[in-house]
């Protein structure tokens, strides 16, 4: 168990439809990233945040939004779904102060139909 | 672009033995690489890493070589245990605005075998 919580484990929607996805980091880690994992593009950045303020930007699709809140929780915001967003995303922390080490969550599986 | 490559997508080794996993990078800007290990249904767990000012480093049984010249990392795993079975991903970070971004090669599946 590294920590970090991710809900719901398992979601199933529609296309054109908008989910949230909810992360809590470890205790005392101030940065939180977002990850998706599909099957042919293997595990892929697509923000991180620290202590509230966005920090780095990967590949991240204008219909996909993330923030950080000041009780450190983070929100990853996908809408408009299509097919192609199926996927796994996970959420990973870091201690505070360093950016070296990131622990995942267990992640959440998006299923779009 | 794929700027972190895990060539192997399987490999098989016997229990006892010595598992050896690889990993090549393509951008001079990564300074830390990391090792992680990810079981079905999981998200990955961190198993070691390395900071490009080393070319070596060891925790236990697992052991990580970093080749800046070649530009080329490997993580060894001596002995291998049936446990160990699992999806390894070699991922790197660079140095600059980049901060926390990992770019993670596309995994390796171990097998070892009783």
């Known amino acids: 168990d590294s920590g970090v919580t991710q809900t719901p484990k398992h979601l199933i929607t529609a296309t054109g439809q908008r989910v949230t996805l909810r992360c809590s980091p470890r205790s005392g880690d101030l940065s939180v990233y977002w990850y998706q994992q599909s099957l042919d593009q293997g595990l892929q950045f697509l923000i991180q945040?620290?202590?509230?303020?966005?920090?780095a930007k990967g590949n991240i699709l204008e219909r996909f939004s993330a923030q950080q809140f000041p009780d450190l929780h983070s929100e990853l915001n996908l809408s408009s779904l299509e097919l192609g967003d199926s996927a796994l995303y996970f959420c990973?922390?870091?201690?505070?102060?360093?950016?070296?080490?990131?622990?995942f969550g267990p992640g959440t599986r998006l299923t779009v139909l | 672009d794929q700027q972190v490559k895990q060539n192997s997508p399987s490999l098989s080794v016997q229990e006892g033995r010595i598992s050896i996993l690889n990993c090549d990078y393509t951008n001079s800007m990564f300074d830390y690489f990391l090792w992680y290990k990810k079981y079905p249904a999981e998200g990955p767990t961190f198993l070691i890493s390395?900071?490009?000012?080393?070319d070596k480093n060891e925790d236990g049984r697992f052991t990580v070589f970093l080749n800046k010249s070649a530009k080329h990392l490997s993580l060894h795993i001596v002995p291998s245990q049936p446990g160990d079975s699992a999806v390894y991903f070699c991922a790197a970070r660079a140095g600059g605005t980049s901060y926390g971004k990992l770019t993670f090669g596309q995994g390796t599946i171990l097998t070892v075998h009783p």
């Open positions: 390395i900071s490009s000012i080393k």
């Open positions: 990973a922390s870091s201690p505070a102060g360093t950016e070296d080490t990131q622990y």
């Open positions: 945040y620290y202590n509230g303020e966005e920090r």
